[in-house]
């Protein structure tokens, strides 16, 4: 009996490999605990850095952050080329970055590997390509293997095609050792069903935050319309063109961008002059939401440069929602379908501050907000964390059986 027991606990053992510090990663810290409150127990393993403590415990799992000296290096020097390229924009830059990128994901994924390997858990899973193997090795022959692919991680990377290619093929190898394959939403799970040649397509949770009706609306500005950019301020997300965008803007709207990243003082010194451009500090990632409500419109400025960025579903589009607010958007899949079809925000060209500055223009007057705001308890209903959660525990509960998924 005893035997018994210790085998049934054992089964319910998960280790999760994420190639961050885990200091903001909110679709892990979601599977981790919805997880670990039904019953598994779960480690999430990570890499360390000088923005958090080693290890750490959580309400109901563990995250530990073995360190490696070398790994830190490979990636202050990455950080810097990369600021430096923005500067410079050489045409050679990718090849250095490609090499950095490629020695940091071999030295995190060898840092990962003993520590997850040391958890004996029965389910290991990956979060995105870049610790997949270390994942699949970490298993080994007798555990199941979960595969989240948050992204098209091959086509994020600035390389020739030539270099996403042979990448894709060794995630198509990879995923064949996996026992079930997790994406963000079904756009991306059609084109990873097609590119891997799967029987089934691979299973969609959505990265919605938890449904939160204490949060009410706290808009403090009666006579302005508050536009927030919430999010990374990333060189490949026409953040540049949304600051350019408010020299066309109605008298009434403000653009508030509150965030960090590798452009930030790029993007500041655009809005010198620009008296409607106002940046704001990040925010912890549990006031995310509640922070959001005192603006009136999100918006999400993703240009369609990439087949990863054309058919992205981002966290902070769900954010917005459960924030109350209704959503402009660069025209893309995933934004179009859940905008359009909901009638709770509009569409642009975020290649184009025109265009951007157009829509904002039309979403923040009175008639059209109260209308779409009217629509937007109906969507909250569907796209949050308590849905998405019993998805993700049905899945994984599955594959607690010995019948294999997502080949």
């Not at 590798?262 to 006031?287: A, D, T, Y």
Request: glycine fraction near 2%.
């Amino acid at each position: 009996m005893l035997r018994k027991n210790v085998q049934a606990s054992y089964a319910r053992s998960v280790c999760m490999l994420v190639s961050n510090d885990m200091l903001n990663d909110p679709r892990v810290a979601r599977h981790a605990e919805a997880l670990a409150s039904h019953g598994f127990k779960v480690t999430v393993v990570c890499p360390s850095s000088n923005r958090v403590c080693r290890n750490e415990v959580k309400q109901c799992y563990e995250i530990l952050r073995p360190k490696n000296i070398i790994r830190e290096k490979l990636a202050t020097l990455e950080e810097r080329w990369r600021k430096l390229s923005e500067i410079r924009r050489e045409n050679n830059t990718w090849v250095k970055l490609a090499i950095l990128a490629f020695l940091q994901i071999l030295v995190t994924q060898l840092t990962l590997l003993r520590t997850a390997r040391a958890q004996r858990a029965q389910i290991y899973c990956a979060n995105d390509l870049d610790t997949l193997l270390g994942t699949i090795l970490a298993a080994g022959l007798d555990r199941k293997v979960v595969y989240d692919s948050h992204e098209l991680w091959p086509d994020m990377m600035l390389v020739p095609e030539s270099v996403k290619a042979v990448t894709r093929a060794i995630e198509r190898l990879l995923v064949r050792q996996t026992d079930l394959v997790l994406t963000v939403n079904e756009f991306i799970a059609e084109e990873l069903e097609s590119r891997f040649s799967l029987r089934t397509r691979p299973q969609v949770v959505y990265n919605c935050p938890s449904t939160n009706s204490h949060i009410k609306a706290k808009r403090k500005h009666k006579h302005l319309k508050l536009v927030l950019y919430q999010g990374r301020y990333s060189p490949d997300r026409a953040l540049e063109n949304l600051i350019q965008a408010a020299d066309y803007l109605l008298p009434d709207i403000r653009l508030v961008l509150r965030g960090f990243g590798i452009i930030e003082k790029k993007l500041r010194s655009l809005s010198v002059g620009r008296k409607n451009v106002q940046f704001e500090n990040p925010v912890n990632i549990c006031q995310l939401v509640s922070v959001a409500s005192e603006a009136d419109v999100g918006i999400i400025t993703y240009p369609p440069t990439n087949l990863n960025n054309y058919l992205a579903s981002p966290n902070k589009l769900f954010e917005y929602l459960q924030a109350g607010l209704t959503i402009a958007a660069s025209n893309i899949p995933f934004m179009r379908k859940i905008i359009m079809e909901n009638d709770i925000g509009t569409l642009f060209d975020s290649r184009d501050p025109r265009s951007i500055a157009r829509a904002l223009n039309l979403i923040t007057r009175d008639a059209v907000l109260r209308r779409q705001r009217a629509n937007l308890a109906s969507v909250v209903k569907r796209f949050n964390w308590d849905c998405e959660s019993r998805k993700l525990l049905k899945l994984y509960e599955s594959i607690c059986s010995p019948t294999r998924l997502g080949q």
